[in-house]
T-cell receptor
Framework: DGGITQSPKYLFRKEGQNVTLSCEQN?????MYWYRQDPGQGLRLIYY???????QKGDIAEGYSVSREKKESFPLTVTSAQKNPTAFYLC?????????????FGSGTRLTVV | DAKTTQPPSMDCAEGRAANLPCNHS???????VYWYRQIHSQGPQYIIH???NNETNEMASLIITEDRKSSTLILPHATLRDTAVYYC?????????????FGKGTKLTVNP
């Protein structure tokens, strides 16, 4: 079955450490996205990529980095520069960026920094 | 900020219709209204979208007012599994780039 997989589901890290969240899709989608969600809040866009080897900053890119070396993969690194990294992180993909009704989301990674 | 306004929470009895309102008074003529829902600790799931005509699929119906300034998502026979946060979304242009903006949505609780 086609889908989008995020791993791990739960992640704990010490303050000051970089951490990389995995996102893999086998939907043959060109566009991929990373969102952050804080308790009781909506989703905020961190980064997005419309095609391999290209990505753009979203609304809250500071303290995060991404790469898009393969169509299937869009890993997110939360760096030590991110002041408040504890959150629920969601990865999504779509056949193209403007396919607004066709976003497929992963099940998320809950990151806790202690 | 989202271009839509939704009540923060609603309750519905199991088996009854759930009617979730959304205001989007600044919507442009070529912008669609999209609905997604998010079950706790999962990623959002697409439900339905529409431009000006009413729409229905296997999950829900979407009623859009004639002036397009508001819409209602209808779950005809709500079940306990429909308990979720429901997002009404109109795309936004920012820096020349359109994007989906997920506001806080409506937390729907379906009660037995």
């Amino acid at each position: 079955d086609g889908g989008i997989t995020q791993s791990p589901k739960y992640l704990f890290r010490k303050e000051g450490q970089n951490v990389t969240l995995s996102c893999e899709q086998n939907l043959n989608h060109d566009a991929m996205y990373w969102y952050r969600q804080d308790p009781g809040q909506g989703l905020r866009l961190i980064y997005y990529s419309q095609i391999v080897n290209d990505f753009q900053k979203g609304d809250i890119a500071e303290g995060y980095s991404v790469s898009r070396e393969k169509k299937e993969s869009f890993p997110l690194t939360v760096t030590s520069a991110q002041k408040n990294p504890t959150a629920f992180y969601l990865c999504a993909s779509s056949i193209e960026r403007t396919a607004w009704g066709g976003y497929t989301f992963g099940s998320g990674t809950r990151l806790t920094v202690v | 900020d989202a271009k839509t306004t939704q009540p923060p929470s609603m309750d519905c009895a199991e088996g009854r219709a759930a009617n979730l309102p959304c205001n989007h008074s600044t919507i442009s003529g070529n912008e669609y209204v999209y609905w997604y829902r998010q079950i706790h600790s999962q990623g959002p799931q697409y439900i339905i979208h529409g431009l000006k005509n009413n729409e229905t699929n296997e999950m829900a119906s979407l009623i859009i007012t004639e002036d397009r300034k508001s819409s209602t998502l209808i779950l005809p026979h709500a079940t306990l599994r429909d308990t979720a946060v429901y997002y009404c979304i109109v795309t936004q242009s920012q820096g020349g780039s359109e994007k989906l903006v997920f506001g806080k949505g409506t937390k729907l609780t379906v009660n037995p």
